[in-house]
């Protein structure tokens, strides 16, 4: 009887990644769940059994995310899968935002991700395979959306590290994918997960108005299912030649287009000057 594989997913105790987490259990995978807090994880998936780990861990602290991973290979004897989904949006300008919030951001957002890769590789690359998702946004290609500049700097860094990841993994027969999230039915817009600017300038109005619309209108609203999603993403994870890129829901494929769309208009209209450096 094949032994299911053991999936390590961070920030699992809501969102995308507690949906994850439950679906990997109904379907018989082994799972280590990550949060800040353990309660957490225990009042939303239950206690620690042969099936499932949960672990409260700091992803900034790379000794304490050194311990998770092993824990993790000495509770279930392996790892297979890693899912780095922990990570929260900061909205507020470029100009609004202090060094220390936009540092928080990617702190949590990029540096957390490569703790965890960084402690991860050793076992993967040992066992000659292993799949690493690195959850992004669709903010991660598309930076358009006023007051949202240092989130979507942060996932368009996780683009940028997986891309890299997945060609110098790929010798040890461990693959990287990026994944792109569209809008999901999660609590990531509530007021309690996003983190709004101490120091608000009143004139940039554009980015007020994003800022309520995602936090009043979108919030709650989102067209995809997170549970839809956990299964998507399972299904790439028994690929054997999954995607380094995989968009995920509706809406992604659309913001992507359109991010084509400008680039190339853009790149056609300034041709001329782009090639006036060939001597």
Known sequence: METKKVWFVTGASKGLGLALAK???????????????????????????????????????????KSAIGKSIEHFGQLDVIVNNAGYGQIGTLEELSDEEARANFDINVFGTLNVIRNAMPYLRQQRSGHIFNISSIGGYSGNFPGWGIYCATKFAVAGLTESLAEEIKDFGVKATVVYPGYFRTDFLSKESVRTPENVIE????????????????NGNQPNNPEKGAEAIIKISEEQYPPVHFLLGSGAAEALDKKFEMMKGEADKWESLTLSTVI
């Open 23 to 65: 679906k990997l259990l109904e379907q018989g995978y082994r799972v280590v769940a990550t949060s800040r807090t353990i309660q957490s994880l225990h009042s939303e998936i239950g206690e620690q059994s042969e099936h499932f780990l949960p672990l409260e861990v700091s992803l900034t602290d790379p000794e304490n995310v």
């Open 203 to 218: 004139e940039y109005e554009a980015a007020r108005n994003s800022e309520q619309a995602h936090l009043d209108e979108i």
